[in-house]
């Protein structure tokens, strides 16, 4: 395999290239004697890395943190970044080095935006399960097949992807399965809709917090949150939007007092439908006013939550995006 180029040309006459973001992530990991942290930078990182065949690289490095430390701002700042680097016509392909614990996070929110733009470029995420340092780190592979992706015409026009231990995922769906597993990622479907959402123009501009509810469930927990000015609430419920009757009480004082409520499940694959009542399913909750999300699981549903209300989306908006969210066959 050919090793990197990294791009040494004046901004004003680019040749065709792709762009590289750093971000930090057990990619870019090395022991220390107060455990694995970021330590690489981009360039250290390309010296690594091959797959991008004739054309260069550009390396941004943007951030340098453990994606379980990233802030809303940081992700916003990262899909901005991505953004930035597609409105330029010399970039053929954009690819991002992250960590894997908040991986369906990030790609979810900048495939939210990606898919409101007229951009076919490929935009592939990628990082490690294994730190830099360890016998047989899989960062170096997972970078070459992330770079030959973002080079391959294949990948235009698919959204944002993540190539990862042999596999390209798409980000709608995707969910971590193992700590330390190669093979990182599943989705709950393949194919996804990918409604979009508005870009804000100043970053996240609400709190959404994400519940995970369980037998015994205190309803201190959703008083709390209403209580601490978000502006949505995501359930982890149990099965398919299920919980306790305790529960539905708050969810109903929630809604009336304007927040939204989205309600998705703990299980990893399978619809989630307005099935059961007794006090405390999802017909309950639906009826309390909440809305469901079918196929997002949690930590999608809620960045979707953060980026419709921070575009100002209502309550038939918001229903909207996630019946656009199934399966499109
Ligand atoms: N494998 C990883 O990348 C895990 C790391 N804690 C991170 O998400 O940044």
Known sequence: MRPATLLRMPSTDRAEHLVVITTGGTVATRQTSKGAVPRLGGAELMTRAAGNGDLPLRVVDLMSKDSSAMSVDDQFRIAEAVLTALTDESVRGVVVTHGTDTMEEITFLVDLYLAGLDSPSPVIFTGAQFTDDAPEPDGPANLSAALSCAADPSARGRGVLVAMGGTVWPARGLFKISTTDVRAFDV?????????????????????????????????????????????????????????????????????????????????????????GGGGGAVDLVD????????????????????????????????TFFAASGPTD
Not at 254 to 268: F, I, M, Q, Y
């Open 188 to 276: 709950v479907h393949p194919g996804l809709g990918r409604p979009s959402v508005p870009r804000p123009a100043s970053g996240a501009a609400s709190r959404v917090d994400l519940l995970s509810l369980y037998p015994g469930v205190s309803p201190a927990l959703v008083a709390g949150a209403l209580g601490s000015g978000v502006a949505g609430i995501v359930l982890s419920a149990n099965g398919s939007g299920n919980t306790h009757p305790d529960i539905t009480a708050q969810v109903a004082q929630a809604t009336a007092a304007g927040l939204a409520v989205v309600v998705s499940t703990r299980v990893p694959y399978g619809e989630v439908t307005a099935t059961y």
């Open 288 to 319: 309390a006013g909440a809305l469901v999300s079918s196929w997002l699981r949690a930590p999608q549903a809620r960045m979707a939550l953060v980026a419709l209300l921070s575009a100002g989306a209502d309550h038939a908006e918001i229903a």
